[in-house]
């Protein structure tokens, strides 16, 4: 009985493994063909408005000179061989180099974007320990004025914009009380230090904590509470909902009204029943999200003068610098499909039926 107990089990538990395996390896070679649309989208909307070189200095540079440079820059040629030679220099990893400074992309996108991470993995971080609790408040006191009190609250984080909400905060806290710094990721004292420790890595808080000085991490985290809060709390409201409307969605389950009725406490209900279950939308909306903090980052490290990516987007914006932006944005929507990628593996393990 028992040899045959194995001889069903084993082949289903292969069928299982077999099936998540096929599953990842699909999500995984999504992402070639989303990455490949996104960066032919990018290039073909930046040619809109001309070349990048007639956008960055046209009004600069006599005629004959700025044929020259187009000319040398090869973008009199048709814009199909442009394309074509475009993607075989991003397939070798050559982004090209910024027309305003002449820096090369793959260096701007080292130097601004460990701040990015930053910002984000702090907003993160706010965003889950706000949203989260705050709709399992909700859920479990549903209808009563707990639950009013953090729908109302919802509403406000998701609808009070990025760049408000960070001007309030250092009107209050720095203007007011004069508790926190008004802008920047450090001192100039603290970034000339970590600069010069050996394997520099661009993410302050790593680098302060390698140091073992507190005078440099706390300074980082000071620096760092504000656009961390202005940014996280549009996610939280966004959390906070999507948690309450889940939980009371699988707190109505029959299975739940019957561990209700043996007389299981109602903490333990959300905590232990219908918390799991709730998690495979939750989870793969926060995967959205990561992407809309991205394009929240623009606005947050304008308002705080945080020298990441959407800063560095602002400035070649203003300077009218194409080729640099298209690099910027080529990055972010890399981010975001590897982003989806490692949202729906979480989903797979939580939820087998993710796997079908």
Known sequence: MAEKTESVVTPKSQRTKSRLGTYLLTRFFLIIPTVFILVTMVFFLMRLTGD???????GRLPPDELAQRIHEAGYDRPIIVQYVAFLGQVFQGDLGRTTSDNRTITELLATHGTATLELCVYALIIAFIVGIPLGRIAARYRDKWPDAIMRVLAIMFYATPVFFAGLLLKLVFSVQLNLLPISGRATITTRSV??????????????ALRTGRWDLISDVLAHAVLPAIALGLLTAGVFLRLVRTNLIGTLSQGYIDAARSR?????????????????IPIITVMGMQIALMLGGAVLTETTFEWHGLGFAMQQYLQNRDFVAVQGIVILLSIIVAVTNFIVDVVAAFIDPRVRY
């Open 263 to 279: 007389g299981v406490a109602e903490k333990r209900l959300v905590k232990t029943h219908a918390w799991r279950p709730a998690l």
């Open 52 to 58: 990048p070189i007639t956008a960055s200095v046209g």
């Open 194 to 207: 970590l600069q010069r420790i050996d394997g520099y890595s661009g993410i302050l808080l790593i680098d």
